[in-house]
């Protein structure tokens, strides 16, 4: 069975930074990775994507781009969402997800229905 093993959550004033981590097991090769966030009372969104076969297959969500960078260790088999320039309204609960191949193409790979495993979630707090 695939798991997904995450790390990283923490509570920081607005404006610091956060690095989460997402290490795989059971899942090689070229596969997709996400990393959704929850916040109470709202729907998962995805926040950036990467696809394992190609660095530059990286998507971002809006609110992310410019801030959060999303990266892949092919040796360690892990997938990182450096956070900077935290708000407020980066407060959720996040997720990172794997999909297998073949590749998911664009705002699809932001889509939580596009993607089979999931981590166990890890809360990230931003206080003004």
């Known amino acids: 069975q695939v798991q997904l093993v995450q790390s990283g959550g923490d509570s920081v004033q607005a404006g610091g930074s956060l690095r989460l981590s997402c290490s795989a097991s059971?899942?090689?090769?070229?596969?997709?990775s996400g990393w959704f966030r929850q916040a109470p009372g709202k729907e998962r969104e995805g926040v950036a994507s990467i696809y394992f076969g190609d660095d530059h297959a990286l998507y971002y969500a809006d609110s992310a781009k410019g801030r959060f960078t999303i990266s892949r260790d092919r040796d360690k088999n892990t997938v990182y969402l450096q956070m900077d320039s935290l708000k407020p309204e980066d407060t959720a609960m996040y997720y990172c997800a794997a999909a297998p191949s073949p590749r998911i193409y664009g705002a699809k790979s932001l889509d939580a229905n596009e993607y089979k495993y999931w981590g166990q979630g890890t809360q990230v707090t931003v206080s003004s």
């Open positions: 059971r899942i090689y090769g070229s596969y997709n």
